[in-house]
C-alpha cells in the first residue's frame, strides 16, 4: 500500500510550486524506485529513510528501493467551485481516492503575487477552501440518497443506511465536516465512507506556505494557522515552496547546507510525508537482500500475513512464518548471518504484529 497525498487550496498559494518541487524530487530518485509512469499531475515521490542506505552497505545490495508517496495536484478552487465554477470542481474527483489532504495556504505577503480575495488572510483562505469541499461532499451524499431512495423500496434493510445518510446530509449542510460526525467513525458507518469516498472525512494538513523570510520565527499568519489546525486536529506544517523548488535541484550534501544557512534542519517535503505517515499510523519494515534493500510501508499494528500481502498476495494466502531482525540489531551485528549466530533473528508466526525498522524474510507457500 502507498499514501497518497491531494493537493487543495486556492489559486495562487503555491501548490503548483510545491507540486513542482515535488517532481524535481521524483525524477531525481526516479532511477530508484519502481514506478516511474509519471502522469502531469500526479509525482511519486521516495519517502526519505537513512535507514534504508545503511542497510545496503551492510548487505552489499546493488540498490535501494524507497517507499513512495504520491502527491496529486489540482487547479485551484475558488469559491464556487463546487458548483462548477473554476477548473477546481472537476479535478475534486481525482482527490477522492486520496489517504489525506494537503491544504495549501498563503502565509507570505507579496504585492506582486495577486491574492484572489484581495489581501493575505490564510484563516478566511481555509473556510473558503473547506466550504468548497463540504459542498462537493454534499453532491455526493445527495447523489446517493437519490439511488438508496430507490433502492430502499425494494429492500426495507437499507433503511439504517438511509438515516444515517440523511444525517449526513444534515451536518454537512450545517457546514461542518464529515470527520466531526460521530457515527460516520462507528462500524454501520464504513459502507458509507467506502462508498462516498468523503473528502471532508480524511486527514488534513496544513502547508503553510512562507518565503524565506518567514522561515525563521513563526509569521502572524503561520500563527493563526497553527492554532485553527490544533483545534480541528489536523497537522500543520511551515514550508517555503518556492525554497523547496530551489532544494529539489540540489545533492542531498548541498540541501543539507542551503537549509543550515537558513536556520532549518528538514526539507518541507520531508516534514510534510513524515506528517503523512503519523496522521495515518504509517510504519515501513524492510527486506534486504543482495539485489536490493527495500521499504514497504503497512499500518501499525499490522499482523506479519497483511504487511506480507503488501510484497505479494501470495505472500499473504501462504504465509507460513517471518525471520525477523531489528534494525538496530541488524546495525549492532552487521549481517543477517550473525544475527542468526548472536540469536536475535527471530522467528514469527501469524500473529506478531510487525514493527517500524523491522527487516523481514517471508517464508510461504506458493
Ligand atoms: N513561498 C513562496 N514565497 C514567495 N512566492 C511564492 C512562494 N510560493 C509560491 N510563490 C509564488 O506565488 C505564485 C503562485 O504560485 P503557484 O503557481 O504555485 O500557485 P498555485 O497555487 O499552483 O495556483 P493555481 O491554483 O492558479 O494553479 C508564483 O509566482 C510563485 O512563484
Ligand atoms: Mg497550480
Given at each position: 500500500?502507498?499514501l497518497?497525498?491531494?493537493?487543495v ?6 501548490k503548483s510550486?510545491?507540486?513542482n ?8 530518485e526516479?532511477a530508484?524506485y ?10 511519486v ?6 535507514r534504508?542506505?545503511k542497510?545496503q552497505?551492510l ?8 517507499a ?6 489540482i487547479?485551484?478552487l475558488?469559491?464556487?467551485a463546487s ?7 472537476q ?11 494537503l491544504?495549501?495556504?498563503r502565509?507570505?505577503e507579496?504585492?506582486?503575487v495577486i491574492h484572489?480575495?484581495?489581501a493575505?488572510?490564510?484563516?478566511r483562505?481555509?473556510e473558503?477552501i ?5 459542498l462537493?461532499?454534499?453532491q455526493a451524499a445527495e447523489?446517493?440518497?437519490e439511488r438508496?431512495?430507490k433502492?430502499i423500496k425494494g ?19 450545517a ?6 460526525m ?11 465512507r ?5 473528502i471532508t472525512?480524511k486527514p488534513?494538513?496544513f ?5 524565506e523570510?518567514?522561515?525563521g ?10 492554532e485553527a489546525a490544533q483545534?480541528r ?5 511551515k514550508?517555503s515552496a518556492r525554497m523547496e523548488?530551489e532544494l ?8 543539507a547546507?542551503?537549509l543550515a544557512s537558513y ?6 517535503l520531508?516534514?510534510i510525508i513524515?506528517?503523512?505517515?503519523e496522521m495515518?499510523?504509517?510504519?515501513s ?6 539485489k ?7 499500518r501499525q499494528g ?5 504487511g506480507a500481502?503488501v510484497i505479494h498476495?501470495?505472500f499473504e494466502r ?5 525471520e525477523?531482525?531489528a534494525y538496530?540489531?541488524?546495525v ?6 550473525k544475527?542468526r549466530?548472536?540469536g536475535?533473528?527471530r522467528v514469527e ?8 525498522g523491522?527487516?523481514v524474510h517471508?517464508?510461504f507457500?506458493a
Amino acid at each position: 500500500m502507498g499514501l497518497s497525498i491531494g493537493i487543495v487550496g486556492l489559486p495562487n498559494v503555491g501548490k503548483s510550486t510545491l507540486f513542482n518541487a515535488l517532481t524535481r524530487a521524483q525524477n531525481a530518485e526516479s532511477a530508484n524506485y519502481p514506478f516511474c509512469t509519471i502522469e502531469p499531475n500526479r509525482a511519486v515521490v521516495p519517502v526519505p529513510d537513512l535507514r534504508l542506505y545503511k542497510l545496503q552497505e551492510l548487505a552489499s545490495s546493488q540498490k535501494v528501493i524507497h517507499a513512495t508517496v504520491d502527491f496529486i495536484d489540482i487547479a485551484g478552487l475558488v469559491r464556487g467551485a463546487s458548483k462548477g465554477e473554476g477548473l477546481g470542481n472537476q479535478f475534486l474527483a481525482n482527490i477522492r481516492e486520496c489517504d489525506a489532504i494537503l491544504h495549501v495556504v498563503r502565509c507570505f505577503e507579496n504585492d506582486d503575487v495577486i491574492h484572489v480575495d484581495g489581501a493575505v488572510d490564510p484563516i478566511r483562505d481555509m473556510e473558503t477552501i473547506d466550504t468548497e469541499l463540504i459542498l462537493a461532499d454534499l453532491q455526493a451524499a445527495e447523489r446517493k440518497a437519490e439511488r438508496l431512495g430507490k433502492q430502499i423500496k425494494g429492500d426495507k434493510r437499507l433503511a439504517p443506511q438511509m438515516d444515517l445518510l440523511r444525517g449526513l446530509i444534515d451536518h454537512l449542510n450545517a457546514g461542518r465536516p464529515a470527520s466531526e460526525m460521530t457515527e460516520l467513525h462507528s462500524d454501520p458507518g464504513a459502507e458509507l465512507r467506502r462508498d462516498l469516498l468523503l473528502i471532508t472525512f480524511k486527514p488534513v494538513i496544513f502547508a503553510m506556505n512562507v518565503d524565506e523570510d518567514g522561515l525563521g520565527e513563526d509569521n502572524a499568519h503561520v500563527r493563526r494557522v497553527r492554532e485553527a489546525a490544533q483545534a480541528r486536529a489536523a497537522g500543520a506544517v511551515k514550508i517555503s515552496a518556492r525554497m523547496e523548488e530551489e532544494l529539489a535541484g540540489l545533492s542531498p550534501e548541498e540541501a543539507a547546507e542551503f537549509l543550515a544557512s537558513y536556520g532549518v534542519q528538514e526539507s518541507g517535503l520531508d516534514l510534510i510525508i513524515r506528517a503523512g505517515y503519523e496522521m495515518l499510523g504509517l510504519c515501513s519494515y524492510f527486506t534486504a537482500g543482495p539485489k536490493e534493500v527495500r521499504a514497504w510501508t503497512i499500518r501499525q499494528g499490522w499482523k506479519a500475513p497483511q504487511g506480507a500481502g503488501v510484497i505479494h498476495t501470495d505472500f499473504e494466502r501462504g504465509f507460513i512464518r517471518a525471520e525477523v531482525i531489528a534494525y538496530e540489531d541488524y546495525v549492532k551485528h552487521g549481517s543477517e548471518a550473525k544475527c542468526r549466530a548472536a540469536g536475535v533473528l527471530r522467528v514469527e508466526g501469524k500473529e506478531y504484529v510487525l514493527k517500524d525498522g523491522d527487516v523481514v524474510h517471508f517464508l510461504f507457500n506458493a
